[in-house]
């Protein structure tokens, strides 16, 4: 029997490193360390030491292999996958300058609002780069560093994302993707490169940023010396240039030009989003209009609180996370880190309809409903930017595919069947973003389409899928008129 060829599909996402250790040939899932990371800051300040996510990958990564019980020679290629939007400046050693920013620092807003303007209007944003600059993109944390710590601005001899920071480290090169990349604000998916225009309205040198590979699976370089030590891998192996998280699990979904297109997902985790992979570029105000990791596009709209506000809840009325029901007349809208979608990020959490006899554990489902509902309004403005037509019945027949930490919660997948009316898919396997990368690294060994590769792999035979319910309009009206007559006297905006 020949030696088995294995991959390693790295996770580093907002919370923890996850490093699937993955059999190339068949995509059998061998084993998956896992590593925290940390986040501090407060109000709507959110840093990590991205020194952290180094250690966590190589803490997780051996992790991986130990488990797995397969030796390091059989690994053959890695390829990150990493938390999309943050910003991160190195010195000319390559050390980070300061913590990086995250995706879910909201403390750009007024920044974000002054470069809308400043280039015309949302219309000639999306018209550039797909997305108009909310407290999320990149774009916005710079020039929020520009204006409040300028001293890091001008020491700065690199600026990249996390996926990027990472894979250079494994190479030695500096690379992204145009997936991640499109999540900056500087760049173009109109042209497929960085906008000169906005690199100049934001004061930012393109000399400072990576190389923007061709797809998320092109190999970018080989694992070096030094980084070989540090994860016990061998040297020379191959490092695809991987992409962002969300980017990464649809290709471990097979969504992409070689797979499924135009076919929505549902993502339930610290955030919450809605994406499809599509050949029609985006240009919704109401969407992140990304690329795609293999050439294609991947129109995305994301909440900022998705399962980790609906936990806050449930731990303020010491309840298990299962432990609710439908919220009746209470409307709770748990946006307790802001929100992105809607853009309302100076809000707070809003809780109205209380009567004698509300219940906690309808509390508890009333933050399921306003958590679900906030992602859900935003699936009709990605099936248009598909081309679709939302009230079609054979796009609405088309099953939602529920995947994240919330998949696996009987109360999340119940809301969300409740909400949308839909039938749901839920895939099997799990560690989608880790499978996703996986394929990355596998493409960038061995050549080929990722997305044809994570199809091959046959994951799908894993998957349980639902039997659309009833819908809830009662419930989506109540909590739809909540949060309209709410968002601009109570919520901001």
């Given at each position: 029997?020949?030696?088995?060829?294995?991959?390693?599909?790295?996770?580093?996402?907002?919370?923890?490193?996850?490093?699937?250790?993955?059999?190339?040939?068949?995509?059998?899932?061998?084993?998956?360390?896992?590593?925290?990371?940390?986040?501090?800051?407060?109000?709507?300040?959110?840093?990590?030491?991205?020194?952290?996510?180094?250690?966590?990958?190589?803490?997780?990564?051996?992790?991986?292999?130990?488990?797995?019980?397969?030796?390091?020679?059989?690994?053959?290629?890695?390829?990150?996958?990493?938390?999309?939007?943050?910003?991160?400046?190195?010195?000319?050693?390559?050390?980070?300058?300061?913590?990086?920013?995250?995706?879910?620092?909201?403390?750009?807003?007024?920044?974000?609002?002054?470069?809308?303007?400043?280039?015309?209007?949302?219309?000639?944003?999306?018209?550039?780069?797909?997305?108009?600059?909310?407290?999320?993109?990149?774009?916005?944390?710079?020039?929020?560093?520009?204006?409040?710590?300028?001293?890091?601005?001008?020491?700065?001899?690199?600026?990249?994302?996390?996926?990027?920071?990472?894979?250079?480290?494994?190479?030695?090169?500096?690379?992204?993707d145009p997936g991640d990349a499109s999540g900056t604000g500087w760049y173009s998916?109109?042209?497929?490169?960085?906008?000169?225009?906005?690199?100049a309205l934001l004061g930012l040198d393109g000399a400072l940023l990576p190389e923007?590979?061709?797809?998320?699976?092109?190999?970018?370089?080989?694992?070096?010396?030094?980084?070989?030590?540090?994860?016990?891998?061998?040297?020379?192996?191959?490092?695809?240039?991987?992409?962002?998280?969300?980017?990464?699990?649809?290709?471990?979904?097979?969504?992409?030009?070689?797979?499924?297109?135009?076919?929505?997902?549902?993502?339930?985790?610290?955030?919450?989003?809605?994406?499809?992979?599509?050949?029609?570029?985006?240009?919704?105000?109401?969407?992140?209009?990304?690329?795609a990791a293999d050439g294609t596009y991947l129109p995305l709209a994301c909440t900022?609180?998705?399962?980790?506000?609906?936990?806050?809840?449930?731990?303020?009325?010491?309840?298990?996370?299962?432990?609710?029901?439908?919220?009746?007349?209470?409307?709770?809208?748990?946006?307790?880190?802001?929100?992105?979608?809607?853009?309302?990020?100076?809000?707070?959490?809003?809780?109205?309809?209380?009567?004698?006899?509300?219940?906690?554990?309808?509390?508890?489902?009333?933050?399921?409903?306003?958590?679900?509902?906030?992602?859900?309004?935003?699936?009709?403005?990605?099936?248009?930017?598909?081309?679709?037509?939302?009230?079609?019945?054979?796009?609405?027949?088309?099953?939602?595919?529920?995947?994240?930490?919330?998949?696996?919660?009987?109360?999340?997948?119940?809301?969300?069947?409740?909400?949308?009316?839909?039938?749901?898919?839920?895939?099997?396997?799990?560690?989608?973003?880790?499978?996703?990368?996986?394929?990355?690294?596998?493409?960038?060994?061995?050549?080929?389409?990722?997305?044809?590769?994570?199809?091959?792999?046959?994951?799908?035979?894993?998957?349980?899928?639902?039997?659309?319910?009833?819908?809830?309009?009662?419930?989506?009206?109540?909590?739809?008129?909540?949060?309209?007559?709410?968002?601009?006297?109570?919520?901001?905006?």
């Amino acid at each position: 029997m020949p030696p088995r060829s294995v991959v390693i599909g790295v996770d580093s996402s907002t919370q923890s490193t996850k490093a699937a250790v993955t059999d190339a040939v068949t995509g059998e899932l061998l084993a998956v360390g896992r590593a925290p990371h940390t986040v501090t800051g407060e109000g709507g300040a959110r840093e990590s030491d991205p020194e952290i996510w180094w250690q966590a990958l190589s803490r997780a990564v051996t992790a991986g292999l130990a488990e797995s019980g397969t030796g390091a020679s059989a690994v053959t290629a890695i390829a990150v996958a990493g938390q999309q939007h943050g910003l991160v400046l190195l010195d000319r050693e390559g050390r980070p300058l300061r913590p990086a920013m995250l995706w879910n620092d909201t403390r750009s807003a007024p920044q974000a609002t002054a470069l809308t303007a400043a280039l015309g209007g949302p219309g000639a944003w999306t018209a550039r780069t797909g997305s108009v600059p909310v407290a999320s993109l990149t774009a916005t944390k710079w020039q929020w560093l520009r204006e409040n710590d300028p001293g890091a601005v001008e020491a700065a001899a690199a600026v990249r994302l996390p996926h990027d920071f990472l894979t250079e480290r494994l190479t030695g090169t500096a690379f992204t993707d145009p997936g991640d990349a499109s999540g900056t604000g500087w760049y173009s998916t109109a042209t497929g490169a960085y906008d000169p225009e906005l690199l100049a309205l934001l004061g930012l040198d393109g000399a400072l940023l990576p190389e923007v590979a061709a797809t998320g699976a092109t190999r970018t370089g080989s694992l070096t010396v030094a980084a070989a030590e540090a994860l016990g891998l061998p040297a020379g192996i191959a490092v695809a240039a991987g992409t962002g998280d969300n980017m990464s699990a649809a290709v471990g979904l097979g969504l992409g030009g070689a797979g499924l297109l135009d076919h929505p997902v549902l993502s339930l985790g610290t955030s919450g989003t809605v994406f499809a992979a599509s050949r029609t570029r985006p240009v919704s105000a109401a969407l992140s209009g990304f690329a795609a990791a293999d050439g294609t596009y991947l129109p995305l709209a994301c909440t900022l609180n998705c399962t980790l506000a609906v936990d806050k809840v449930a731990a303020l009325l010491g309840l298990h996370r299962d432990d609710a029901v439908p919220g009746g007349e209470a409307v709770l809208l748990p946006y307790l880190d802001g929100e992105r979608t809607p853009d309302l990020p100076f809000a707070a959490g809003l809780l109205t309809g209380l009567r004698h006899d509300t219940t906690p554990q309808q509390l508890l489902g009333a933050a399921y409903e306003g958590a679900a509902f906030t992602v859900l309004r935003a699936l009709d403005e990605l099936l248009r930017a598909c081309g679709l037509d939302p009230a079609d019945p054979a796009v609405a027949a088309r099953p939602l595919r529920l995947i994240g930490g919330g998949a696996g919660g009987r109360t999340w997948v119940e809301t969300v069947r409740r909400l949308s009316g839909r039938p749901l898919l839920v895939p099997g396997g799990g560690e989608l973003v880790a499978r996703g990368a996986a394929a990355l690294a596998a493409s960038a060994a061995g050549g080929g389409d990722p997305v044809a590769v994570a199809t091959s792999w046959n994951t799908g035979k894993e998957d349980h899928q639902l039997p659309p319910l009833e819908r809830d309009m009662e419930t989506w009206e109540r909590v739809g008129s909540v949060l309209e007559r709410a968002a601009g006297p109570v919520l901001g905006g």
